[in-house]
């Protein structure tokens, strides 16, 4: 089992930025594959980025290129989003979500552990 506490969201204006934070407890961090996704209101969770064990692999939904950056620090058990250029439409509450296995996936079902979410609200 792997706990997963994300921290790092608030309230910001348009093309600004913000960075979350996961930690996880418990077992070892770098076995997991570790993604993030979003969920707007009345919409499903959807993927936003994940990058794998050792952070060499990262991959993006095409909404976010270029605009947010994944990474992790294993030393730390902490993965990161770098939100950059933010647009109202990324509001939505943001979880970090971890898989072992050989790669990471897009796909929500594939990931076992999850956090509590934290919520980002982007004004325009």
């Known amino acids: 089992q792997v706990q997963l506490v994300e921290s790092g969201g608030g309230l910001v204006q348009a093309g600004g930025s913000l960075r979350l934070s996961c930690t996880a407890s418990g077992r070892t961090f770098y076995i997991y594959n570790m993604g993030w996704f979003q969920q707007a209101p009345g919409k499903e969770r959807e993927f936003v980025a994940a990058i794998s064990r050792r952070g060499s692999n990262t991959y993006y939904a095409d909404s976010v290129k270029g605009r947010f950056t994944i990474s992790r620090d294993n030393a730390k058990n902490t993965v990161y989003l770098q939100m950059n250029s933010l647009k109202p439409e990324d509001t939505a509450v943001y979880y970090c979500?971890?898989?072992?296995?050989?790669?990471?996936?897009?796909?929500?079902?594939?990931?076992?552990?999850w956090g509590q979410g934290t919520q980002v609200t982007v004004s325009s």
């Open positions: 979500a971890a898989r072992g296995g050989s790669y990471y996936s897009t796909e929500s079902y594939d990931y076992p552990y």
